[in-house]
Every structure is written in C-alpha cells, then in structure tokens.
C-alpha cells in the first residue's frame, strides 16, 4: 500500500518510546512530581531528592517520569540552571550498578573508558564531573526491582547516602525509582529502606473510560481524520481494560489494527482489525474447544459470527444474534431452540472466554439489553472455523 493509502498520519506516535505532549489522567501525579523537586530549579544545591513511582503494567510510569524529565529540564533551561535527566532502565543493564553508572557517567563523558574502574569508582567519578560542572542530576531508575535483587541493599545504599559521605559540598544527585509495588523494598535492610519511603506516587490501574481518552488521544496524533470509528476504539479500550487496565497494550493493538487495516486496503480501522490484533498477541481459542460445543451453542456462534463480519460493529445485542441464529437453523433445516436455552449457551460460551457479554439498562426505561462482543478471535476466521466443524459432521 502506498503512503498516500495508509489510515496512518504518523505512527510513531504508537511508539512504545513515544511520550505524549500531554498525559490523560496523569496530570495530578505530574504535578505532584514538579513539586517535590521544584527545589531543583530555586535552591538545586542545597537539597536532594528521593521517590518511588510504583504501579502496575502499563500505568504510564515510565511515560510520566519522561515526560517530567523534559518539563523540567526545559524549565530550567529557562532558569539557566544546569540540570540533566537520565532515564535508565535497570533490567536492559541486568541490575548492574557499575553497568548503570558507566551509562550514566557517559551521558556527560560520551569516550569515558569502559574498563578499569569500580562501581563506587565511577560513582566518585559521577560527583566529580558534576562539581566541575556545577550540575545537577535527576537520575531515574526504571525497573527498580532489578537492581535490588542483583546487587541488594549496598548498591541503593550508596546511592540514597551519597552526600553524607560529602560534607559541605553542594547536593548534586536526585533519585526517582519506578518498580511495580513495594515488595521489593521490602528485602533492603531498615536503615536503606527508611531513605526511599519517604515520597511515593502510586497510580492506579486506568478504568475503561480513561483507556477511551488515552486512545482517543493517540488516534488524533497517530491516524488520518476519520480513520478510526468510535466503535472500534471502544473495543480495543475494553480489551485493554480486561487485561488489567494496560493503556501500553491498548496502544500497541491500536497500532496492530491499523497495520492489519493497511494490509487489507480498507478504508477504515474496523472492530474486526482490532480483532486481528488482539489474535496476534493473545493466543485465539482452541479447535478444541468449538468441537467440544454442543450444536446449537455452535449453531447460535455461528449466526453471532456471521452477524459480525456482516455489520463490523464491536457488539451486537441478543436479540439481533438470536435473528442471525435462527436464519442458520432455517438453512440447515433445524428448529431452533427457545430463547431461555439461548441464554444458558450465552452463559458456557462467555464462561469458556469466546465472547464477552454487557448488560445495559435502557434509557428511561426499566428494560435492560444484553450486548454481545467478540473480544480476540476475528469474525470471518471464527465462521470459517466453525463451518469447517459442521460440514465435517462433529456437531
């Protein structure tokens, strides 16, 4: 597909390196961040600071400690003060301290040489470029936990009681350490465990709406106007939402189906490229499991695929899958069963994960619709799936 063609604006900006301008439902915890190291651009010499950023996959950790880092460093740019960022992540260095202070100290030395010094050699080293230069360092540690289990409570140690071991000199280094929770601070002894404690931002897991406005957000930078129906983010929000509120997995499916919408010359990124996605990251049911259905739970699936590849919406509600149900058994020459049996095979196939159910309530009414979705198998290839099971007679 030529470039001309593409749903795609830039997709870059579904980049798992790429940090928004602006974060959805972060902006309390950004601030916060600016505030406890506003000293930083006022008084930079005479304190330092320390805090934990703790939460679960894709919370936005990371995304928020960079996006701090530049706000800061460009607001002291403005102050003419002389203070660098450096984001490293723990686990691509194995947890090393020395192969985390070499990189650190070759962000100010890029020719520093790689051999020949130690661990507290190279943090010496680190202090002493920094007093030449009169700098500060913010120095984020990413996967922190890494750290801690390779090198154990010493090397933080070293870290949080670095000035102490520089009296009257001016304060030069600043930690911020991002893990999942606090149960690796848990394995430092008292003393080490007491100067990380003090300052803690925990974010909690994204709820379905705000997955919705971080995805809206990055369809606006990342995709051509109209690209992405409001139906199909929907979807991709709910998936995400289901697999522990992760807004980095949202974002990579969201970059999958436009790649699958792409490959496929449509116009658009429907519900079933965002299924496609989902299919390619998650494994997608079972043969197995479709011949272990009964026939009219097969039959009832079958009608609720088919409904989906027709209409290429992200749910459908009972009633029309209960239509497309019965058109299959008219074409088969079976009667279908009642609408009450219906619901006990609604009930086994959300259970065994093939579809997922929502039951709203009807506005200004006291009727209530149940929606169907097809949250990780395509609709066409689940049709295929399960005509190939009919013919072959395994009903």
Not at 303 to 328: D, H, M, P
Request: some cysteine.
């Amino acid at each position: 597909m030529s470039q001309y063609q593409s749903v795609f604006r830039d997709e870059t900006k579904l980049d798992i390196n790429y940090v928004p301008h602006r974060l959805p439902h972060r902006d309390r915890e950004l601030h916060l961040l600016m505030e406890f190291f506003s000293f930083a651009l006022q008084t930079p010499d005479r304190m330092a600071q320390r805090v934990l950023i703790t939460g679960d996959v894709g919370t936005g950790k990371t995304a928020l400690s960079q996006r701090f880092g530049t706000d800061i460093t460009r607001e002291a740019v403005k102050r003419a003060v002389h203070l660098r960022y450096v984001h490293v992540n723990c686990r691509e260095y194995r947890g090393s301290l020395f192969l985390i202070l070499q990189h650190v100290v070759s962000t100010f030395h890029p020719n520093f040489p790689k051999r020949g010094y130690s661990a507290e050699e190279l943090l010496r080293t680190l202090m002493q470029i920094l007093d030449e230069e009169s700098a500060h360092v913010i120095l984020t540690l990413d996967e922190f936990d890494s750290l801690v289990e390779r090198e154990g409570s010493e090397a933080v140690y070293q870290l949080t009681r670095l000035q102490e071991t520089r009296q009257n000199k001016p304060q030069r280094l600043s930690l911020i350490c991002i893990l999942r929770n606090l149960s690796a601070i848990a394995k430092l002894d008292p003393s080490t465990r007491s100067t990380l404690q003090s300052n803690i931002i925990n974010l909690e897991k994204y709820s379905k709406p705000q997955l919705t406005d971080i995805l809206n957000d990055r369809v606006a930078l990342a995709f051509k106007p109209s690209m992405v129906p409001e139906e199909t983010i929907n979807l991709i929000a709910e998936l995400a939402h289901s697999e522990n509120g992760n807004a980095r997995f949202g974002i990579e499916l969201l970059w999958r189906a436009g790649k699958y919408a792409n490959a496929e010359n449509q116009e658009t990124v429907t519900p079933d490229c965002a299924r496609k996605a989902v299919s390619s990251i998650i494994p997608t049911i079972r043969k197995t499991d479709l011949t272990m259905l009964g026939l009219h739970e097969k039959l009832f699936l079958l009608g609720t695929a088919r409904l989906f590849k027709q209409t290429q919406k992200a749910s459908v509600t009972l009633t029309e899958a209960e239509q497309a149900y019965t058109i299959v058994c008219e074409e088969r020459n079976t009667k279908p069963n009642t609408h009450t049996q219906l619901w006990k095979y609604l009930r086994n196939l959300t259970n065994t994960g093939i579809i997922k159910t929502d039951v709203t309530t009807t506005t200004n009414s006291r009727g209530r619709t149940t929606h169907i979705q097809l949250p990780t198998i395509p609709a066409h290839e689940l049709e295929k799936e399960l005509a190939a099971i009919l013919e072959k007679g395994d009903a």
